[in-house]
C-alpha cells in the first residue's frame, strides 16, 4: 500500500528554520515526481515544491513565494523527500502536505493532478 507520512512541523520564530520529511512508503521514489504543498486557513491550496527525476537525475522547482528561502530534496535510500524551509514568514503558516505522482519523466509541476497525499504537518511561524 502507497503512504506518504509527514513529519517536521511545529511552531517556529519568524526568520527560523525547519525540515519537513516526507517519508514514503509502498513506492520507490525514483519513478514518482514529489510536491509538497501547504494551506492556510480561508485559502487555495498552494504548490510550493516539487521534486523527480530517476537514474541519479533530479529536478526540482519551487514557487517565486519560497524561491531562495525553501530547498526541496530527497533521499532515495531513506525512500524520504525533505523540505528545508529558512528565513520563515507568519504568511508560511498552513498545514504542509506532500504528494505522489508516478511520472517517468525528468520534470515536475505543483499543477499536476497528484494522486497520493499524506495526511499534513502544522508549521506556524508567529512570536
Known amino acids: 500500500q502507497l503512504q506518504l507520512v509527514e513529519s517536521g512541523g511545529g511552531l517556529v520564530q519568524p526568520g527560523g528554520s525547519l525540515r519537513l520529511s516526507c517519508a514514503a512508503s509502498?513506492?520507490?521514489?525514483?519513478?514518482?515526481?514529489i510536491g509538497w504543498f501547504r494551506q492556510a486557513p480561508g485559502k487555495e491550496r498552494e504548490g510550493v515544491s516539487c521534486?523527480?527525476?530517476?537514474?541519479?537525475?533530479?529536478?526540482?522547482r519551487s514557487a517565486d513565494s519560497v524561491k531562495g528561502r525553501f530547498d526541496i530534496s530527497r533521499d532515495i535510500a531513506k525512500n524520504t523527500v525533505f523540505l528545508q524551509m529558512n528565513r520563515l514568514k507568519p504568511e508560511d503558516t498552513a498545514v504542509y502536505y506532500c504528494?505522489?505522482?508516478?511520472?517517468?519523466?525528468?520534470?515536475?509541476?505543483?499543477?499536476?493532478?497528484?494522486?497520493?497525499w499524506g495526511q499534513g504537518t502544522q508549521v506556524t511561524v508567529s512570536s
Open positions: 504528494a505522489a505522482l508516478l511520472s517517468s519523466g525528468t520534470v515536475c509541476e505543483t499543477s499536476w493532478s497528484y494522486e497520493y
Open positions: 509502498g513506492f520507490t521514489l525514483d519513478y514518482y515526481a
Open positions: 521534486i523527480s527525476g530517476s537514474g541519479g537525475r533530479t529536478y526540482s
